[in-house]
T-cell receptor, first 114, second 113 residues
Protein backbone atom coordinates (compact mmCIF):
# COMPACT_ATOMS: atom_id res chain seq x y z
CA UNK A 1 0.00 0.00 0.00
CA UNK A 2 1.22 3.52 -0.77
CA UNK A 3 1.42 5.90 2.11
CA UNK A 4 3.37 7.86 4.66
CA UNK A 5 5.00 6.02 7.54
CA UNK A 6 6.08 7.78 10.70
CA UNK A 7 8.09 6.06 13.40
CA UNK A 8 8.14 5.57 16.26
CA UNK A 9 4.52 6.10 17.33
CA UNK A 10 5.65 7.18 20.81
CA UNK A 11 9.01 8.63 21.78
CA UNK A 12 10.44 9.68 25.11
CA UNK A 13 13.34 12.05 25.50
CA UNK A 14 15.49 12.98 28.43
CA UNK A 15 16.38 16.59 29.02
CA UNK A 16 19.36 17.64 26.90
CA UNK A 17 19.05 14.83 24.36
CA UNK A 18 18.53 15.09 20.64
CA UNK A 19 15.97 12.74 19.09
CA UNK A 20 15.17 11.98 15.48
CA UNK A 21 11.69 11.27 14.14
CA UNK A 22 11.41 9.24 10.97
CA UNK A 23 9.13 9.95 8.01
CA UNK A 24 9.11 7.77 4.89
CA UNK A 25 6.76 7.95 1.91
CA UNK A 26 6.35 5.68 -1.10
CA UNK A 27 3.96 7.95 -2.98
CA UNK A 28 6.70 9.37 -5.20
CA UNK A 29 5.88 12.83 -3.84
CA UNK A 30 8.42 15.60 -4.28
CA UNK A 31 7.37 17.75 -1.32
CA UNK A 32 7.44 16.78 2.34
CA UNK A 33 6.46 18.70 5.47
CA UNK A 34 6.77 18.55 9.25
CA UNK A 35 4.11 19.99 11.55
CA UNK A 36 3.80 20.29 15.27
CA UNK A 37 0.41 19.97 16.98
CA UNK A 38 -0.34 21.05 20.53
CA UNK A 39 -3.71 20.54 22.31
CA UNK A 40 -6.31 22.99 21.08
CA UNK A 41 -3.99 24.29 18.39
CA UNK A 42 -3.95 23.90 14.67
CA UNK A 43 -0.96 22.48 12.90
CA UNK A 44 2.12 24.68 12.83
CA UNK A 45 4.72 24.24 10.13
CA UNK A 46 8.26 23.42 11.28
CA UNK A 47 10.15 22.71 8.04
CA UNK A 48 9.29 21.77 4.50
CA UNK A 49 11.13 20.48 1.46
CA UNK A 50 10.00 20.76 -2.12
CA UNK A 51 12.88 18.84 -3.64
CA UNK A 52 15.74 16.57 -2.62
CA UNK A 53 18.68 18.35 -0.96
CA UNK A 54 16.65 21.49 -0.35
CA UNK A 55 14.43 22.58 2.54
CA UNK A 56 12.97 25.75 4.04
CA UNK A 57 12.12 26.88 7.54
CA UNK A 58 8.50 27.08 8.49
CA UNK A 59 6.99 29.20 11.25
CA UNK A 60 8.55 27.43 14.26
CA UNK A 61 11.90 26.03 13.03
CA UNK A 62 13.97 27.04 16.09
CA UNK A 63 15.27 23.98 17.95
CA UNK A 64 14.63 21.63 15.04
CA UNK A 65 16.70 20.40 12.09
CA UNK A 66 15.95 18.33 9.00
CA UNK A 67 17.65 16.67 6.06
CA UNK A 68 16.39 15.57 2.66
CA UNK A 69 18.99 13.25 1.16
CA UNK A 70 16.45 10.97 -0.46
CA UNK A 71 13.09 11.68 -2.06
CA UNK A 72 11.34 9.14 0.16
CA UNK A 73 12.72 10.30 3.49
CA UNK A 74 12.51 13.52 5.54
CA UNK A 75 13.73 12.93 9.11
CA UNK A 76 13.20 15.57 11.78
CA UNK A 77 15.65 16.05 14.66
CA UNK A 78 14.39 17.68 17.81
CA UNK A 79 17.46 19.19 19.40
CA UNK A 80 18.17 20.05 23.01
CA UNK A 81 17.70 23.69 22.02
CA UNK A 82 13.95 23.06 21.70
CA UNK A 83 12.78 24.01 25.19
CA UNK A 84 9.25 22.69 24.94
CA UNK A 85 9.40 19.64 22.69
CA UNK A 86 6.43 17.71 24.11
CA UNK A 87 3.91 17.60 21.26
CA UNK A 88 2.37 15.49 18.51
CA UNK A 89 4.49 15.64 15.33
CA UNK A 90 2.95 15.08 11.92
CA UNK A 91 4.66 14.49 8.60
CA UNK A 92 2.94 15.13 5.28
CA UNK A 93 3.77 14.90 1.59
CA UNK A 94 2.39 16.17 -1.69
CA UNK A 95 3.23 16.41 -5.35
CA UNK A 96 5.01 19.69 -6.10
CA UNK A 97 3.68 21.92 -8.82
CA UNK A 98 0.25 20.31 -8.89
CA UNK A 99 -2.28 22.33 -6.90
CA UNK A 100 -4.83 19.57 -7.34
CA UNK A 101 -2.74 17.20 -5.24
CA UNK A 102 -3.27 18.16 -1.60
CA UNK A 103 -1.11 17.06 1.32
CA UNK A 104 -1.57 13.64 2.87
CA UNK A 105 -0.47 12.94 6.42
CA UNK A 106 1.20 10.15 8.36
CA UNK A 107 -0.20 8.93 11.69
CA UNK A 108 2.13 11.03 13.79
CA UNK A 109 4.73 10.61 16.54
CA UNK A 110 3.97 11.67 20.08
CA UNK A 111 7.09 12.99 21.81
CA UNK A 112 7.25 13.30 25.59
CA UNK A 113 9.96 14.54 27.95
CA UNK A 114 10.99 12.30 30.83
CA UNK B 1 2.73 32.38 10.46
CA UNK B 2 -0.84 33.04 9.58
CA UNK B 3 -3.54 30.87 11.03
CA UNK B 4 -7.06 30.80 9.79
CA UNK B 5 -10.01 31.75 12.01
CA UNK B 6 -12.06 28.61 12.43
CA UNK B 7 -15.34 28.46 14.34
CA UNK B 8 -16.87 27.15 16.40
CA UNK B 9 -14.07 25.80 18.55
CA UNK B 10 -16.24 22.91 19.74
CA UNK B 11 -19.72 21.51 19.14
CA UNK B 12 -21.86 19.10 21.14
CA UNK B 13 -24.76 17.76 19.13
CA UNK B 14 -27.21 14.89 19.11
CA UNK B 15 -27.05 12.12 16.57
CA UNK B 16 -29.07 13.03 13.49
CA UNK B 17 -28.50 16.77 13.73
CA UNK B 18 -26.80 18.80 11.04
CA UNK B 19 -23.48 20.53 11.70
CA UNK B 20 -21.96 23.64 10.22
CA UNK B 21 -18.50 25.10 10.73
CA UNK B 22 -16.56 27.78 8.90
CA UNK B 23 -13.17 29.25 8.31
CA UNK B 24 -12.18 32.81 7.46
CA UNK B 25 -8.97 34.54 6.49
CA UNK B 26 -7.79 38.09 5.97
CA UNK B 27 -6.01 37.04 2.78
CA UNK B 28 -6.94 35.15 -0.37
CA UNK B 29 -6.36 31.45 -0.87
CA UNK B 30 -6.35 29.49 -4.13
CA UNK B 31 -7.30 26.20 -2.50
CA UNK B 32 -9.35 25.32 0.56
CA UNK B 33 -9.12 21.92 2.20
CA UNK B 34 -11.06 20.24 4.99
CA UNK B 35 -9.45 17.49 7.08
CA UNK B 36 -10.72 15.27 9.90
CA UNK B 37 -8.48 13.98 12.68
CA UNK B 38 -9.29 11.09 14.99
CA UNK B 39 -7.47 10.85 18.35
CA UNK B 40 -3.84 9.79 18.01
CA UNK B 41 -3.94 9.75 14.22
CA UNK B 42 -3.00 12.04 11.38
CA UNK B 43 -5.56 14.25 9.60
CA UNK B 44 -7.42 12.66 6.72
CA UNK B 45 -8.52 14.74 3.75
CA UNK B 46 -12.30 15.05 3.43
CA UNK B 47 -12.87 17.62 0.70
CA UNK B 48 -10.67 19.80 -1.52
CA UNK B 49 -11.96 23.00 -3.17
CA UNK B 50 -10.11 24.65 -6.05
CA UNK B 51 -12.39 27.35 -7.44
CA UNK B 52 -14.14 30.34 -5.88
CA UNK B 53 -17.84 29.59 -5.45
CA UNK B 54 -17.29 25.85 -5.81
CA UNK B 55 -19.65 23.61 -3.85
CA UNK B 56 -18.47 20.03 -3.38
CA UNK B 57 -20.02 17.05 -1.62
CA UNK B 58 -18.56 13.86 -0.21
CA UNK B 59 -21.39 11.70 1.12
CA UNK B 60 -23.03 13.58 3.98
CA UNK B 61 -20.37 16.30 3.83
CA UNK B 62 -20.70 19.46 1.77
CA UNK B 63 -18.11 22.23 1.56
CA UNK B 64 -18.01 25.55 -0.25
CA UNK B 65 -15.18 27.80 -1.40
CA UNK B 66 -16.28 31.35 -0.63
CA UNK B 67 -16.72 33.73 -3.54
CA UNK B 68 -14.25 36.21 -2.02
CA UNK B 69 -11.67 33.38 -1.71
CA UNK B 70 -11.25 34.35 1.95
CA UNK B 71 -13.60 31.84 3.52
CA UNK B 72 -14.98 28.33 3.38
CA UNK B 73 -17.58 26.32 5.22
CA UNK B 74 -18.22 22.65 5.90
CA UNK B 75 -21.64 21.12 6.57
CA UNK B 76 -22.29 17.62 7.88
CA UNK B 77 -25.84 16.37 7.52
CA UNK B 78 -27.54 13.79 9.73
CA UNK B 79 -24.56 13.33 12.05
CA UNK B 80 -23.62 9.89 13.36
CA UNK B 81 -21.36 8.85 16.26
CA UNK B 82 -18.38 8.14 13.97
CA UNK B 83 -18.36 11.82 12.93
CA UNK B 84 -16.71 12.55 16.28
CA UNK B 85 -13.27 14.09 15.87
CA UNK B 86 -11.47 17.33 15.14
CA UNK B 87 -12.17 19.05 11.84
CA UNK B 88 -9.52 21.36 10.38
CA UNK B 89 -9.73 23.82 7.55
CA UNK B 90 -6.59 24.61 5.59
CA UNK B 91 -5.79 27.14 2.90
CA UNK B 92 -3.15 27.05 0.21
CA UNK B 93 -1.92 30.10 -1.69
CA UNK B 94 0.20 28.66 -4.46
CA UNK B 95 2.88 30.66 -6.25
CA UNK B 96 6.21 30.81 -4.41
CA UNK B 97 4.62 29.13 -1.39
CA UNK B 98 3.26 26.30 -3.51
CA UNK B 99 2.19 23.39 -1.36
CA UNK B 100 2.40 25.18 1.97
CA UNK B 101 -0.81 24.98 4.02
CA UNK B 102 -2.16 27.34 6.66
CA UNK B 103 -4.45 25.70 9.22
CA UNK B 104 -7.33 26.72 11.42
CA UNK B 105 -7.27 25.70 15.09
CA UNK B 106 -9.89 23.03 14.54
CA UNK B 107 -13.49 22.31 15.54
CA UNK B 108 -13.91 19.53 18.10
CA UNK B 109 -17.15 17.67 17.29
CA UNK B 110 -18.90 15.48 19.86
CA UNK B 111 -21.99 13.52 18.84
CA UNK B 112 -24.33 12.13 21.50
CA UNK B 113 -26.26 9.00 20.60
Amino acid sequence: DGGITQSPKYLFRKEGQNVTLSCEQNLNHDAMYWYRQDPGQGLRLIYYSQIVNDFQKGDIAEGYSVSREKKESFPLTVTSAQKNPTAFYLCASSRTGDPNQPQHFGDGTRLSIL
Amino acid sequence: GQQLNQSPQSMFIQEGEDVSMNCTSSSIFNTWLWYKQDPGEGPVLLIALYKAGELTSNGRLTAQFGITRKDSFLNISASIPSDVGIYFCAGQRGGSTLGRLYFGRGTQLTVWP
